[in-house]
């Protein structure tokens, strides 16, 4: 079989049949009626976006109350081992006493 | 008196969203051609259109009016229907065994006498689609615009959004996978 002349007549076939430009009824009416409703912001977007929008502040106090946290747990270390030194030394600090 | 594109694109643009309805009404028929070259069923060509002109009205800003609304509107429809077919690539590795008894004749017809095998012929019509069902996404994009639209290198880089490069190679590689597609359909119908 003659592939060339073969695919001339075929693509001379799809050439002669164009396809329809038809037009289903009221279509322009079903897009607009589409737009409309994709203009309307649904409930749960509206939600999902507040919650997005919230995140950040949200992270942010977390952050600064974590890192506030730290700072003043480790202020209260410092006071602690201040205190169990001076309770430990403070005996032998009032036998130094007695003895000069 | 009638209101022109721009000015219906403007009002749009201006929050007038009834002033995009002349739009779609005008080009409608132009846009259903150009999906029907695409998709088979008549579901998916509807499906394609909405597609197409939902992407319109969410684009309409990027449209500068250089060129004629109709000019971007094609791209965007081209570009959509390519979409289209690479999420439908099925059926490609179908055969060509299953030819129904009209495109058999047809062929018959062929391989005795091209002469007697008139491509003005539904069976010729079905036989095109079949072939073009069996090309990949690009290669029969390319096939569509350059040899079934007669559209130029240049025009069809303008439509797809490709380089001058790219078309030719794409193109090249169609036309040699059409000639497979072509020389196994002889071969699964003559062996």
């Known amino acids: 079989m003659q592939l060339d002349h073969l695919k001339q007549k075929l693509i001379a076939a799809a050439r002669q049949n164009a396809p329809s430009d038809q037009v289903p009824f009221a279509f322009e009416k079903r897009i607009m009626a589409r737009l409309a409703d994709a203009g309307l912001p649904d409930g749960w977007i509206l939600w999902s976006r507040a919650l997005w929008r919230a995140a950040i502040p949200c992270l942010l106090i977390v952050v600064f109350s974590g890192l506030w946290s730290v700072r003043h747990n480790f202020q209260r270390t410092e006071d602690l081992s201040q205190q169990i030194e001076d309770t430990v030394l403070s005996e032998l600090n009032q036998n130094l006493a007695s003895i000069w | ?191």
């Open chain 2, 1 to 191: 008196m009638e209101r022109s594109d721009q000015e219906h694109i403007s009002a749009v643009l201006q929050g007038d969203t009834p002033s995009f309805e002349p739009l779609v009404a005008k080009y409608s028929p132009r846009v259903f051609a150009t999906a029907r070259r695409y998709a088979r069923k008549e579901s998916e060509v509807e499906d394609i259109v909405q597609e197409i002109w939902m992407k319109a009205f969410n684009k309409l800003a990027s449209f500068r009016g250089d060129a004629p609304f109709e000019h971007w509107l094609m791209r965007l429809a081209v570009r959509t229907c390519y979409d289209f077919l690479r999420g439908h690539q099925r059926n490609r590795e179908a055969t060509f065994t299953e030819l129904s008894e009209p495109e058999s004749d047809w062929l018959e017809r062929f391989a005795a006498d091209p002469g007697k095998a008139p491509e003005d012929e539904d069976a010729a019509r079905l036989l095109v689609q079949r072939l073009m069902d069996q090309l990949p996404p690009a290669a029969r994009l390319v096939i569509q615009l350059l040899e079934i639209e007669e559209k130029s290198v240049k025009e069809i880089a303008a439509l797809t959004g490709w380089s001058i490069p790219l078309v030719k190679v794409r193109a090249f590689r169609a036309r040699a996978e059409m000639k497979k597609c072509l020389a196994r359909l002889a071969r699964d119908k003559y062996l």
